[in-house]
């Protein structure tokens, strides 16, 4: 065999292979200038930074010690970008799409059997919507693909016995300080590993391993008082049942399907290929992806498409790239892999600068969006010109409008471009509750058509002028003692008994019946403004039907089978629109906020399907997604075909 590999021929081979293989480097390099852009979200992380570097410590409003990010290994190493060139959309996009290509190369040089098959599971990855999108975004999904691959290389390759276990510990320990739940990628893998060690050096392992993630959550509980990231507590308190959850997991898996059924198809790909190898070590990394993506269905997903299926994408590209395929087959496998991704909806490769201006609904019926496409024509790589600055959008711009302003407001759109914009001067309330500890630990408003990652709180009577006055006016007793011993944690002295005597009670649930008796005393029900028919609604004085948060319906009277409706409503958020037939829905239907340019009232065409026309329609329910103080509508119209 060696001489067979020492032949002309061989090295040949091999050179060529490697060519291809750097070729494949430098086009997924392309594909990430083409396609880098940066969310909303990002930007939630990036106040926190800005305010650390300012001095106001890791706070989100200065202040109050909440941890509204989820990743904070990314989080330092963007803060550590900042601090040499003091901006944060570029270094965001530089950083991640080193950090991205670094996860490309540890994969194809240490991870892959041979060139020909590190380019097979290259392209697996370059082909995939998911993995490419969040590539770049300025989340944490590039630093998670290059733990991940570290991790496979350790995991797969021959290593003194004595560091082996301790090494994979500490990258699992860093991958879950970059987001805890990522640790579920690896965790039985690990276990794997542990097992085939003797019992005393295997818990020395992993115990020197984990010092870096138990070191992070000493420091929480000191610096914020609670484990876990107030995000997590502001999803863990919607109030959904389980089942209503598990069925929007499940549309979060036919969502990736549709929009890139190239991710979906790979991971099924990647587990039956390990199912085939019938090792250990694989069998065990293929358990690994099961049980993330259980754990995806039973959260509800994501609102983004398809984010939640790269980790496990590319711990399935590894277990590929390890195949013993033969070069023939391989080669076999990567035309079809190329043929594919240029079939599905929006190739990568293909991306260019106009990705996002199509006249296409990128939010669909679930409230799942292509982020991507919702935020490029803004935040893009390729739309950043001289004398613009990045990002380039409208929330950008309110945020702006309000910088230097005191006191406490509500926030009025998305959390990241209009908070870190506004500045540090103001104290801003998130009604999701992602950065405000106290709404973070309510039930969210009932709403029968919520949307994943976006359960939106009331602000109970009073906590507004509590904050703007710094003394506690909140009018439920039970609730206003509860925030006594919150705000003691998350505002006061860090070493004060009585704020360690707040986090013990807190974190144990000893003020949980706090909590309980001011959730018993809101209304259990959804008050939905009923309007019996559109003539009803039609503009009258000009003022039209004022509603509340909690939706509006409008009873036809009849079946109507028109396929497009006119509505004149109010623009300042996006509504999703329910036509019904009876009790049983027909179809639903996402309308966008309107544009900035506007006036406070738009116009909206809303198109119902031949299919549901045809059944016909006798109610349509506005349910908005953003809890203003007063909604309106001034008319309704039914086109005729």
């Given at each position: 065999?060696?001489?067979?590999?020492e032949?002309?021929?061989?090295?040949?081979?091999l050179?060529?292979?490697e060519?291809?293989?750097?070729a494949?480097?430098?086009?997924?390099?392309?594909?990430?200038?083409?396609?880098?852009?940066?969310?909303?979200?990002?930007?939630?992380?990036?106040?926190?930074?800005?305010?650390?570097s300012?001095?106001?410590g890791?706070?989100?409003?200065?202040?109050?010690?909440v941890?509204?990010?989820?990743?904070?290994l990314?989080?330092?190493?963007i803060?550590?970008?900042?601090y040499?060139t003091?901006e944060?959309?570029?270094?965001?996009?530089a950083?991640?799409?080193?950090?991205?290509?670094?996860?490309?190369?540890?994969l194809?040089?240490?991870?892959a059997?041979?060139?020909?098959?590190?380019?097979?599971?290259?392209?697996?990855?370059?082909g995939?919507?998911?993995y490419v999108?969040?590539?770049?975004s300025?989340?944490?999904?590039p630093?998670?693909?290059?733990?991940?691959?570290a991790?496979?290389?350790?995991?797969?390759?021959?290593?003194?016995?004595?560091?082996?276990l301790?090494a994979?510990?500490?990258?699992?320990?860093?991958?879950?300080?970059?987001?805890?739940d990522s640790?579920?990628l690896?965790?039985?893998?690990?276990l794997?590993?542990?097992?085939r060690?003797?019992?005393?050096p295997?818990?020395?392992?992993l115990?020197?391993?984990?010092?870096?993630?138990?070191?992070?959550?000493?420091?929480?509980m000191?610096?914020?008082?609670?484990p876990?990231?107030?995000?997590?507590?502001?999803k863990?308190?919607?109030?959904?049942?389980?089942?209503?959850?598990?069925q929007?997991?499940?549309?979060y898996?036919?969502?990736?399907?549709n929009?890139?059924?190239?991710?979906?198809?790979?991971?099924l790909?990647?587990?039956?290929?390990?199912?085939i190898?019938?090792?250990?070590?694989?069998?065990a990394?293929?358990?690994g992806?099961?049980?993330?993506?259980?754990?995806?269905?039973?959260i509800g997903?994501?609102?983004?498409?398809g984010?939640f299926l790269?980790?496990?994408?590319?711990?399935?590209?590894?277990l590929?790239s390890?195949?013993?395929?033969?070069?023939?087959?391989?080669?076999?496998?990567?035309?079809?892999?190329?043929?594919?991704g240029?079939?599905?909806?929006?190739?990568?490769?293909?991306?260019?600068?106009?990705?996002?201006s199509?006249?296409?609904?990128?939010?669909?019926?679930?409230g799942?969006?292509?982020?991507r496409?919702v935020y490029?024509?803004?935040?893009?790589?390729?739309?950043a010109?001289r004398?613009?600055?990045?990002?380039n959008?409208?929330?950008?711009h309110?945020?702006?409008?309000?910088?230097?302003?005191?006191?406490?407001?509500?926030l009025?759109?998305?959390?990241?471009?209009f908070g870190?914009?506004?500045?540090?001067d103001i104290?801003?309330?998130?009604?999701?509750?992602?950065?405000?500890?106290?709404l973070?630990?309510l039930?969210?408003?009932?709403?029968?058509f919520?949307?994943i990652?976006?359960?939106?709180?009331?602000?109970?009577?009073g906590?507004?002028?509590?904050?703007?006055?710094?003394?506690?006016?909140?009018?439920?007793?039970?609730?206003?003692?509860?925030?006594?011993?919150l705000?003691?944690?998350?505002?006061?002295?860090?070493?004060?008994r009585?704020?360690?005597?707040?986090?013990?009670q807190?974190?144990?649930?000893?003020?949980?019946?706090?909590?309980?008796?001011?959730?018993?005393?809101?209304?259990?029900?959804?008050?939905?403004?009923?309007?019996?028919?559109?003539?009803?609604?039609?503009?009258?004085s000009?003022?039209?039907?004022?509603?509340?948060?909690?939706?509006?319906?409008?009873?036809?009277?009849?079946?109507?089978h028109?396929?497009?409706?006119?509505?004149r409503l109010?623009?300042?958020?996006?509504y999703?629109?329910v036509?019904?037939?009876?009790?049983?829905?027909v179809t639903?239907?996402?309308?966008?906020?309107g544009?900035?340019?506007?006036?406070e009232?738009?116009?909206?065409?809303?198109?119902?399907?031949?299919?549901?026309?045809?059944?016909?329609?006798?109610?349509?329910?506005?349910?908005p997604?953003n809890?203003?103080?007063?909604?309106?509508?001034?008319?309704?119209?039914?086109?005729?075909?």
């Amino acid at each position: 065999m060696r001489d067979h590999l020492e032949s002309p021929n061989a090295r040949g081979r091999l050179r060529a292979e490697e060519g291809v293989l750097i070729a494949s480097l430098c086009l997924y390099l392309v594909v990430l200038f083409r396609t880098a852009w940066v969310s909303d979200d990002a930007y939630i992380t990036f106040r926190t930074i800005s305010n650390l570097s300012s001095g106001h410590g890791l706070a989100w409003n200065v202040g109050e010690r909440v941890q509204a990010y989820t990743h904070p290994l990314w989080m330092f190493v963007i803060s550590a970008g900042v601090y040499f060139t003091h901006e944060f959309y570029f270094t965001s996009l530089a950083v991640s799409i080193l950090v991205s290509l670094a996860a490309a190369a540890v994969l194809a040089r240490f991870v892959a059997t041979r060139p020909m098959a590190a380019v097979l599971g290259l392209a697996w990855l370059f082909g995939s919507r998911a993995y490419v999108d969040y590539s770049t975004s300025g989340l944490e999904n590039p630093l998670t693909y290059l733990l991940l691959a570290a991790y496979l290389a350790i995991y797969f390759r021959p290593a003194d016995r004595r560091w082996r276990l301790i090494a994979l510990s500490t990258v699992a320990a860093l991958l879950a300080l970059n987001r805890l739940d990522s640790l579920l990628l690896v965790l039985p893998s690990l276990l794997y590993a542990a097992w085939r060690e003797r019992w005393n050096p295997a818990l020395r392992g992993l115990a020197l391993g984990f010092l870096p993630l138990l070191g992070w959550e000493g420091f929480s509980m000191v610096y914020y008082g609670f484990p876990l990231p107030n995000t997590a507590y502001a999803k863990l308190a919607s109030g959904l049942p389980p089942s209503e959850l598990w069925q929007q997991g499940f549309y979060y898996l036919l969502n990736s399907l549709n929009v890139d059924p190239l991710t979906p198809t790979l991971i099924l790909a990647g587990l039956a290929a390990a199912y085939i190898m019938m090792r250990g070590a694989s069998v065990a990394i293929a358990l690994g992806v099961l049980v993330y993506l259980l754990y995806v269905v039973r959260i509800g997903g994501d609102f983004m498409s398809g984010r939640f299926l790269a980790a496990p994408l590319v711990l399935c590209a590894g277990l590929l790239s390890r195949s013993q395929l033969s070069d023939r087959w391989a080669v076999a496998a990567l035309v079809v892999v190329v043929a594919a991704g240029f079939a599905a909806p929006h190739p990568t490769l293909l991306s260019g600068a106009d990705y996002g201006s199509q006249s296409e609904a990128w939010i669909d019926a679930w409230g799942i969006s292509d982020e991507r496409a919702v935020y490029y024509p803004s935040t893009g790589l390729l739309q950043a010109r001289r004398h613009v600055d990045m990002p380039n959008h409208a929330w950008v711009h309110e945020g702006l409008a309000i910088r230097g302003q005191a006191g406490a407001a509500v926030l009025p759109v998305g959390a990241g471009f209009f908070g870190f914009f506004a500045g540090p001067d103001i104290h801003l309330v998130d009604l999701v509750g992602l950065a405000d500890p106290l709404l973070a630990r309510l039930p969210a408003t009932p709403n029968p058509f919520w949307r994943i990652g976006h359960f939106e709180r009331r602000i109970p009577d009073g906590y507004l002028e509590t904050l703007r006055s710094g003394e506690n006016r909140i009018v439920e007793p039970h609730l206003a003692e509860y925030y006594d011993k919150l705000s003691l944690i998350v505002s006061g002295p860090l070493f004060d008994r009585e704020r360690w005597a707040a986090i013990w009670q807190i974190n144990l649930g000893a003020a949980d019946s706090l909590l309980r008796a001011y959730v018993d005393s809101l209304p259990r029900t959804v008050s939905i403004h009923e309007v019996e028919r559109p003539e009803s609604v039609r503009e009258a004085s000009g003022e039209g039907i004022v509603f509340s948060p909690d939706g509006l319906r409008i009873l036809f009277g009849r079946a109507e089978h028109a396929r497009r409706l006119r509505l004149r409503l109010d623009r300042r958020t996006a509504y999703l629109a329910v036509f019904s037939l009876g009790s049983e829905e027909v179809t639903r239907k996402l309308i966008p906020a309107g544009d900035p340019g506007e006036a406070e009232v738009a116009n909206y065409e809303v198109g119902v399907s031949a299919r549901a026309a045809d059944r016909g329609y006798d109610a349509l329910a506005l349910f908005p997604a953003n809890a203003q103080a007063e909604l309106r509508l001034e008319y309704v119209e039914i086109l005729e075909d």
